[in-house]
């Protein structure tokens, strides 16, 4: 009760100053970033004093041994093994998208044939297998 008490009789004294009457800012937050400062400063000088060693450089064009992709980019993964780099670009950026975002307007146009259906089935048909073909090359480490 006593506390209560003196804390109310002295509330509103102190001006924000807190119990050793320094005020917060600037004083203790100008002492606090000074400080910060002087420890980035020291581990900046310390890093370009002592860099860590790089080991020997990559190559982008040979994958280590024991790695592997994840499973959804074993494929992928395979067919740029065996498709030269040229066409997988082109085929990739320049056939695919624009034969993917078309497809919807013709397909009315090709199903309406005899054969139209059958014929999608089977290049779709082609291209999972395909696809899990390649995956299984790729996950048993066929080059």
């Known amino acids: 009760m006593d ?26 937050f100008v002492k606090e970033m000074s400080v910060m400062a002087l420890i980035f400063g020291v581990v900046l000088f ?23 992709p994840e499973w959804y980019f074993m494929t992928v993964y395979q067919m740029l093994k065996y498709v030269p780099k040229s066409a997988g670009l082109v085929f ?22 005899r054969y139209g259906r059958l014929i999608l089935h089977t290049i779709v048909a082609l291209g999972v297998l395909t696809a899990i073909f390649l995956a299984m090359l790729a996950y048993l480490g066929f080059e």
């Open 3 to 28: 506390n209560i008490k003196t804390s109310h009789s002295t509330a509103g004294q102190d001006h924000g100053h807190g119990e050793g009457g320094v005020p917060f800012f600037p004083d203790h």
């Open 46 to 68: 310390l890093a370009t004093l002592m860099p860590m060693p790089v080991g020997e450089p990559a190559d982008a064009l040979k994958t280590p041994p024991g790695i592997k």
């Open 92 to 113: 990739s950026f320049v056939i695919f998208p624009p034969v993917m975002m078309l497809f919807p307007f013709f397909y009315n146009w090709y199903t309406k044939y």
